[in-house]
């Protein structure tokens, strides 16, 4: 196919946001404008997919411009993802003022304006939002579900959290799933309601021995200093997946954080005898809507020397300000 097509870039494009491909999709957009090839709807509704996976607002709202320019502000699939792509980049303004211009507002317009609301601690937002649309008798699926019980899992609202789960049970007949128990798992995890939600798992064989939803428990258990319970999930865990290093890592930080310190030593050294390591964190940042990745000890970036230099300068200045308080 010629490169003059819109359609054979549209394919390469969205062929690399289904694999997860983010930054070559936008790099494989830039090439394509580069070759004086106009974008379509299809164009940027996936190139707004990769921001939202990204965090890339300001290529975003790049992306944003060209579909004013283009006249494309009235097609409900374009809107609704440059939606999604602000409510994921936490630009809840710009949202709520995408949302409210929407021509007609879907399920999954509903839902993402929720997200937007809970990942930034706006869990009245959400919720009064999720009691508008079944005012307008639009059905919630399992995703709006998880959308609302999130929210209120970061806002501490346990109550209403627990409430709307059993909503989706009893009066929507949605069986939940492992994403959704994740969600009451973490929404009662964070408020301390660790047995609570330990006896959640255990009664329903699904639940019981699931490792996300252990791992998603031992993590609060983590948080809360919750020694007892956390060694008898690691125990569990370290059974049904002995070559995960999180679990290890995470049992470690407990046990130092209660200054155990042989219990911390033991683990480091069984990690050792497994040959087992951390897994390096990995991040990205966007200066003038380029997008640059990090992996923690990297040095081969050709700015190495510039950003360790710089992060040097910073722990001298945090330390000073620890000497000072």
Not at 101 to 109: A, E, F, I, R, W
Request: hydrophobic residues 40%; glycine residues 6%.
């Amino acid at each position: 196919m010629p490169k003059s097509n819109v359609v054979s870039w549209n394919v390469v494009i969205s062929g690399y946001v289904s694999a997860g491909c983010y930054f070559e999709a936008l790099g494989v957009y830039d090439e394509m404008r580069a070759a004086n090839v106009k974008p379509d709807a299809i164009t940027l509704t996936s190139t707004l997919a990769a921001c939202s996976q990204l965090a890339a607002l300001e290529r975003g709202r790049e992306f944003h411009k060209h579909i004013i320019e283009a006249k494309l502000n009235s097609n409900e699939v374009v809107m609704g993802a440059l939606l999604d792509m602000y409510a994921k980049c936490g630009a809840v303004k710009e949202a709520e003022a995408v949302f409210n211009q929407l021509p007609t507002k879907d399920l999954v317009s509903w839902t993402s304006m929720m997200v937007a609301y809970g990942s930034h601690g706006q869990a009245f937002e959400a919720t009064k939002l999720f009691d508008e649309m079944l005012q307008r008798n639009i059905r919630p699926d399992r995703v709006t579900f998880l959308a609302v019980i999130s929210a209120c899992s970061h806002a501490g609202l346990v109550d209403e959290g627990r409430k709307y789960f059993n909503s989706m049970v009893n009066d929507y007949k949605i069986r939940p799933t492992t994403a959704e128990y994740s969600c009451l798992i973490d929404l009662l995890g964070r408020a301390g309601k660790l047995h609570e939600a330990h006896e959640i798992l255990q009664r329903n064989s699904d639940t019981e021995g699931d490792v996300e939803l252990l791992s998603t428990l031992f993590a609060a258990c983590s948080l809360h200093g919750e020694i007892d319970l956390g060694e008898r999930i690691a125990k569990l865990l370290i059974e049904k997946v002995p070559e995960a290093s999180s679990t290890y890592v995470v049992l470690e930080k407990m046990y130092a954080a209660n200054k155990n310190w042989e219990g911390a030593r033991g683990v480091r050294f069984k990690m050792k005898e497994m040959g087992l390591r951390k897994n390096p964190g990995c991040s990205w940042i966007e200066v003038d809507k380029r997008i640059e990745s990090f992996v923690a000890g990297d040095k081969t970036l050709a700015q190495a020397e510039s950003v360790y230099g710089c992060l040097a300068s910073m722990y001298g200045h945090m330390e000073k300000d620890e000497i000072v308080a």
